[in-house]
């Protein structure tokens, strides 16, 4: 299936990036639904699952909201208001969708289902606005869950990609960077042109501009939103993914201890998966008050971080920690 994105000179100069959590939330949802998940992301559906079922959002509204194909709610995915929104701003616009949209698009669902909506999404679809804030509260959820720990690690390659495709257009034009976002869209001077593959979309009535939403977990397909007046969105695989689960090399353990003391470097070494302080303890051998301790001075030198998990706080690598163990990993970013 073919859709075609028609383009003026003004929709040119208006096409803009964003990096948004609220994407990575949609798309990662749906590669947890997805049968079996992504080789790329197995190692990180392996992590947080757990804590999924824990938390009981495998039986929640998202899930529900975001099945394995099929329509994506566009409710979901409101217009970014700027380059990088945190994810606050972008539940702030989805509380605040009319209730003939969210209606609109859980109609879409019931469609795929035979007709009938899933009983989890009834109450939501007779009352939006009292239920969309509950919504919004299992996406915080979730993002805390699935997300938050490794989110510097995943906005690291988002970054990256953006900065990439900014140079791009510098030195070769937009035309170029609309052509080389994905094997499955084609610029041909006048219109973008989706091979449409995943998405029961016959033709896109755009707003104005297009906006570009790489994403970590939109590969192997593009995804795209499109409600007038808003800007047409398109999420598509950022560059360098399939490196993005890899372990890290430890080879610089030892210089690291040099620097930063032998425990605080075998921390950081083991939080290239993100991890409590009861398992840190028992993967080093530390007692958790010594554990507890490090992580204090760490997080303070910037080179950990904390996030919420239930009951549990989950430790995680920043992305200047991560760049201690392989300077690689350090994102270019423009001059100025």
Avoid: K
């Amino acid at each position: 299936m073919r859709t075609e994105l028609a383009f003026s000179v003004n929709d040119l100069a208006q096409t803009r990036f964003a990096v948004s959590p609220l994407w990575e939330v949609v798309t990662s949802l749906r590669a947890l639904a997805t049968a079996p998940v992504p080789a790329l992301h197995r190692r990180w559906a392996e992590q947080v699952r757990p804590r999924l079922a824990g938390a009981g959002l495998e039986r929640g509204r998202l899930a529900a909201l975001v099945p394995a194909t099929g329509h994506l709610p566009d409710f979901l995915n409101p217009t970014p208001a700027g380059p990088s929104p945190a994810l606050a701003d972008e539940l702030t616009a989805i509380t605040a969708t009319a209730p003939e949209q969210v209606r609109a698009d859980l109609d879409c669902l019931a469609a795929e289902h035979g007709g009938r909506l899933p009983a989890r999404l009834r109450p939501l679809y007779r009352d939006p606005p009292a239920q969309l804030p509950r919504v919004a509260a299992e996406i915080e959820t979730y993002w805390q869950l699935a997300l938050a720990p490794y989110w510097a690690r995943i906005r690291a390659v988002l970054e990256a990609d953006v900065f990439h495709r900014a140079r791009q257009a510098v030195e070769h034009g937009t035309a170029r960077v609309l052509d080389d976002l994905h094997e499955t869209v084609r610029w041909d001077g006048r219109a973008l042109r989706l091979e449409q593959r995943h998405c029961a979309v016959e033709r896109l009535d755009a707003g104005a501009g297009l906006l570009l939403v790489p994403s970590v977990f939109a590969w192997p397909r593009v995804l795209t939103r499109s409600l007038p007046p808003d800007p047409p969105q398109l999420a598509y695989p950022a560059r360098g993914i399939a490196a993005l689960w890899e372990r890290r090399p430890g080879s610089r353990s030892d210089a690291l201890a040099a620097v930063l003391g032998r425990s605080r470097a075998r921390l950081l070494a083991e939080l290239d998966s993100p991890a409590s302080t009861t398992e840190l303890a028992r993967r080093t051998g530390l007692s958790a008050a010594a554990v507890s301790q490090h992580l204090t001075a760490l997080r303070s030198a910037g080179l950990t971080s904390a996030h919420r998990a239930g009951h549990a706080v989950l430790y995680a690598r920043t992305a200047v920690a991560d760049a201690l163990f392989d300077p690689a990993d350090i994102a270019p970013r423009p001059a100025g």
